[in-house]
């Protein structure tokens, strides 16, 4: 099946188009639709396990916070959202029906081969655009390591930290993420 990209759009116009799409998955940059890549079994297990391992924390510190999978929409900009590989967001957990999650606090992206440059970049700035985010995670299959980029006091961001062992304390959500969750030990 073809599908063919509207030219420029806003992420409400986005929105009402993607759920009308049969097959696919999509973004929306600066008004421009980029379709999404196919996830081979690696990238999709990575995301699993990270929205597992994100659910688990928060369930073991009891914070009023949910984890989602990949396939919510993070609003950017009026011409700009980003579907991000899991999230997570303060209760209550948004309706049904809804496509977007309003109020993120942290996204994570698994980097792939397509995607990497986007995620390091246009990402990066982008998430730092939403006012709630406060951590943004690049999770790396190849290197195994976990890449943090977090708002400081004040809303400036912090230079990144690179994480391959140990936990990362996220706060908010006041939980501890370990990497052997992520990259469990071969």
């Not at 799409?21 to 379709?35: A, H, K, W, Y």
């Not at 942290?106 to 655009?129: C, H, I, N, Q, W």
Request: glycine share 6%.
């Amino acid at each position: 099946m073809n599908v063919v990209l509207p030219t420029r759009m806003t992420v409400d116009e986005f929105l009402t188009w993607a759920v009308r799409q049969e097959q696919g998955r999509f973004e929306l940059f600066d008004g421009r639709v980029i379709m999404q890549q196919p996830q081979n079994w690696g990238h999709a297990e990575l995301c699993v396990r990270i929205y597992n391992a994100l659910a688990a924390a928060i369930q073991r510190s009891g914070a009023p916070f949910y984890a989602a999978p990949v396939g919510m929409t993070v609003r950017i900009t009026k011409k700009s959202a980003f579907e991000p590989d899991a999230l997570v967001a303060p209760l209550p957990k948004p309706a049904r029906m809804d496509l977007e999650i309003p109020n993120p606090v942290l996204v994570v992206e698994v980097l792939s081969p397509s995607t990497k440059k986007r995620d390091r970049t246009d990402k990066l700035a982008g998430y730092f655009k939403v006012p709630t985010i406060a951590h943004y995670l690049l999770v790396d299959p190849e290197t195994s390591q976990i890449v943090w980029h977090r708002r400081a006091a004040g809303g400036a961001t912090q230079p990144p930290v690179v994480v391959r062992e140990g936990s990362l304390a996220l706060d908010p959500p006041g939980i501890e993420l370990a990497v052997a969750e992520i990259f469990p030990p071969a």
